[in-house]
């Protein structure tokens, strides 16, 4: 019995600008082709150069017209954030799209950023942060949507206060903290934007669970091998048992980025079983992400360790 398949029809973006974080491979590579398909010039930063021309090729075969535009970047890096911003800045041309996708989940031991903050709370968050903050001039001139890309593992996490960066302590509540920082993040903005008038839409999203590349093996998280919840993930979805598919993954991102329906604060993901695979909807908000005084704080907080401050 084939599976079913889910999709959602994305309206035309000819004339606008996307940046799509983390688009070199999986998910990210499914959200850059759609949106490139759709008409939109598509920005991919990418921290490897070959696996982005390898990326911006396979866009260019599958939509021979489509736009795109190599950009380096890497996350973990403030002065590397930094660079690409002042590049777009140089360049003027606004920004309609900014999806905030990238991400690395649970190296084994503890590991650092170029700024020495934790590598899951500085990549996932502080250098989306950090990127959106340099950008706004860009984001308000086109009057963008802005989307965070959360996960299932925000569902059940908390903010560790007392020690974000995981100095005294390390273990698998750091991814789960960091992707509830992104899901903060973004419905923060969208009130902020509200009250200041920045013209920005900004909301969250998530892809469930499907056999991307995060739990593969990845030398330089410290996996020489993928781990048994990636074969066991990849297994489910081969099987259509509960978890998503790459394809399936991509759409709540995509809805949040472009369907005229998708809300300002709102937050979409995959509408089976736990949020882990079927089509694509709005979502209620999980508990952790209701606190608007920990998306204030973590605000704050922040702006103070990028040193990115929001005008």
């Known amino acids: 019995m084939p599976r079913k398949t889910f999709d959602i029809d994305v309206p035309d973006l000819t004339g606008r600008r996307a940046v799509v974080t983390g688009g070199s491979d999986g998910i990210g590579l499914g959200i850059a082709t759609r949106v490139a398909a759709a008409g939109a010039e598509v920005v991919l930063p990418v921290r490897n150069r070959g696996k982005g021309e390898a990326a911006a090729a396979h866009i260019r075969a599958a939509h021979r017209d489509a736009a795109v535009v ?18 777009l800045l140089a360049e003027g041309a606004p920004i309609h799209l900014l999806i905030n996708n990238a991400g690395v989940m649970t190296p084994p031991e503890r590991q650092e950023t170029a700024d020495g903050f ?8 502080l250098g989306h942060v950090a990127l959106t903050g340099r950008l706004l001039p860009l984001l308000r001139e086109g009057r ?27 273990g698998a509540n750091a991814y789960g903290q960091s992707k509830l920082a992104v899901a903060l993040f973004g419905l923060e903005l969208s009130r902020r934007s509200a009250a200041a008038g920045w013209g920005i839409t900004s909301n969250v999203s998530h892809p469930g669970v499907a056999p991307t590349s995060l739990l593969a093996a990845r030398p330089e998280m410290g ?25 399936s993954a991509k759409l709540p991102a995509l809805m949040a980025a472009t369907s005229t329906e998708a809300k300002d604060g709102g937050f979409y993901g995959p509408q089976g079983i736990g ?11 999980w508990k952790p992400m209701r606190s608007t005084a920990d998306a204030a ?15």
């Open 70 to 87: 190599l950009a380096d970047l890497d996350l973990s890096s403030l002065a590397s954030v930094e660079k690409l911003a002042d590049g």
């Open 144 to 170: 963008a949507r802005v989307v965070s890309q959360s996960s299932v593992a925000a569902k059940r996490a908390s903010i560790n206060w007392d020690d974000v960066s995981w100095e005294r302590s390390y």
């Open 223 to 247: 996996r020489s091998e993928d781990t048994r919840a990636v074969k066991m993930i990849r297994w489910m979805s081969e099987h259509g048992i509960v978890a998503g598919t790459m394809e």
């Open 275 to 285: 949020g882990i695979g079927g089509p694509p909807g709005e979502q209620t908000l």
């Open 297 to 311: 704080r973590l605000w704050t907080l922040s702006e103070e360790m990028t040193g990115v401050r929001f005008a």
């Open 118 to 125: 934790e590598l899951q709370m500085g990549t996932n968050h």
